[in-house]
């Protein structure tokens, strides 16, 4: 393993730990402030929780919420990364499970609104691809071996 990589990944977990920590804060109820300190490693306040706080906050349709900073901004946008990385990683498992139990392409390519088998074949590549690249040296993930 690059160790460049391994500590940009660790900034990286770092940077959305605090980002994490900073939209409880700011925009967070008492309940999702509890909930965060119980559970400072493990399960937390949802990153869709998170986005749609401050989304709501930018609105500015509620009076009792601070303003919307450019940074609140930039850390929700951080929210945005776990939130596709586990889309990504259902949609992966839920095709294999699909082709696994016998749906042929043309199926998953009609379910998923895709033009063509091959396009689900492909969509079904780039999410494995995708998601290989973001769980290197992680343990996100079980990817299929049979052959999919």
């Known amino acids: 393993m690059n160790i460049d990589t391994s500590r940009d990944r660790h900034r990286r977990h770092v940077a959305a ?7 409880i804060d700011r925009f967070g109820t008492d309940e999702h402030r509890r909930q965060q300190g119980e559970f400072p490693t493990g399960p937390r306040v949802p990153a869709t ?3 749609r706080l401050v989304l709501d906050a930018s609105r500015g349709t509620d009076t ?5 900073r450019q940074e609140d ?3 929700a946008l951080q929210m945005v990364v776990p939130i596709r990385r586990s889309i990504d990683n259902m949609e ?8 696994k139990a016998g749906l042929t392409w043309r199926q998953l390519a009609d379910a ?3 033009e063509s088998p091959q396009a689900a074949q492909q969509r079904f590549q780039r999410l494995g691809d995708r998601l290989n690249d973001t769980a290197i040296g992680e343990n ?3 990817r299929p071996t049979d052959g999919l």
């Open 64 to 68: 009792g919420v601070p303003e919307v």
């Open 112 to 114: 998923l609104a895709l």
């Open 73 to 75: 901004l930039t850390d």
């Open 17 to 23: 730990h605090a980002a994490r920590a900073r939209l």
């Open 49 to 51: 929780e998170l986005l």
């Open 140 to 142: 996100t993930r079980s």
């Open 92 to 99: 992966y498992n839920a095709i294999a499970v699909a082709r």
